[in-house]
């Protein structure tokens, strides 16, 4: 007996399972059996079939929570800060969010994104959100930038991670890098760790 016994038989010895919001393909591989979810870009390989009835049940119940944060009604977070600072969080439908921060002249921050795919959500053990930050230089080193992930965290109501790691969508700039660490410092961040192929361009820029 195995996990894909009720499955549907499909083409080459491929077992699928469907749901309303899930496709699951379970299939023989040159090294034991793939398990892969083209909706959520989500593949992983393993020696026997049964090394894939984890990440498979990880599937199921990942798909199930996203399809309830999906179903979550639009919402905005409105709130004054210092010096004339305001900022506003947007959730919208489907799993999106924006984060903007103004000043008085305007915008001078946006932190904008979206419920993380599978792939990332597997590796981190959790269902998380990552986005893109632009803030404007004179506006660094205040704290704002964690002002606005902690916004992203509290309209979204799921932990916010640093994209370009553990299988997150993106590219990481060592900036950035260096901002999630500081925030890794205070308080828990999914799947952060000292990366030393980040730290050198970061210890070489504080030296010049």
């Known amino acids: 007996m195995t996990f894909t016994n009720s499955w549907r038989d ?3 010895g491929e077992k699928i399972f469907e749901t309303a919001n899930l496709s699951v393909i379970v299939r023989p591989d040159l090294e034991g059996w793939m398990l892969s979810c083209e909706l959520e870009d989500f593949k992983w390989c393993a020696a026997t ?3 894939l009835e984890g990440p498979f049940y990880f599937l199921r119940n990942y798909a ?3 399809s309830g944060f999906l179903q979550k009604p639009p919402e905005i977070i409105r709130r004054p800060l210092r010096d ?3 900022l506003d969080a947007r959730r919208h439908a489907y799993g999106s969010f924006e984060i903007r921060l103004r000043s008085p002249a305007g915008i001078v921050g946006r932190y904008d994104g979206h419920i993380n795919r599978a792939m990332g959500s597997f590796v981190l053990g959790c269902i998380s959100i990552s986005a893109s930050e632009w803030l404007v230089d004179s506006y660094r080193r205040q704290g704002l930038g964690d002002l606005m992930r902690d916004a992203a965290e509290e309209i979204m ?5 640093p994209h370009g790691r553990n299988f997150v969508h993106g590219v990481l700039s060592c900036l950035a890098a260096k901002s999630w660490s500081k925030r890794a410092a205070s308080r828990n961040v999914h799947g952060f760790a000292s990366d030393p192929a980040l730290e050198i361009p970061e210890k070489l ?3 010049k």
């Open 64 to 66: 199930a929570e996203k």
């Open 205 to 207: 820029g504080d030296e």
């Open 157 to 161: 109501g799921l932990p916010a991670v």
């Open 10 to 12: 499909g083409a080459g």
């Open 84 to 86: 004339g600072l305001s």
């Open 49 to 51: 079939l049964s090394d």
